[in-house]
C-alpha cells in the first residue's frame, strides 16, 4: 500500500514506524520493563499489524534508532 510509506504530518513516522515503536512499547513493559527486546521477537509482533519484509523491516527500524525514538 502507497499510504503505508507516507510520512504522517504530525510527526513524520509512516505506518509501519508507528506500530514498531506501538509494538516495542508493549513488548517492553510485558517484559518487565526490560529496555532490549530481541529484533526477531519486535519483528513477528509487527508482522500481526502490517506485512512487512524483514529488510524493510530492518530499514524502518534503523531510521527510528538514528532518530532517537527506538
Not at 506501538?22 to 513493559?29: G, N, S, T, V
Not at 530481541?38 to 512487512?52: K, S
Amino acid at each position: 500500500m502507497a499510504n503505508d510509506d507516507l510520512p504522517d504530518v504530525r510527526d513524520g513516522l509512516t505506518r509501519l514506524e508507528r506500530v514498531i515503536l506501538f509494538e516495542l512499547h508493549k513488548a517492553q513493559q510485558e517484559l518487565g520493563g526490560q529496555r532490549h527486546v530481541p529484533t526477531a521477537m519486535l519483528y513477528g509482533r509487527v508482522c500481526e499489524h502490517i506485512a512487512v519484509s524483514v529488510p524493510r523491516f530492518q530499514r524502518a527500524l534503523q531510521r527510528l534508532v538514528g532518530q532517537g525514538w527506538g
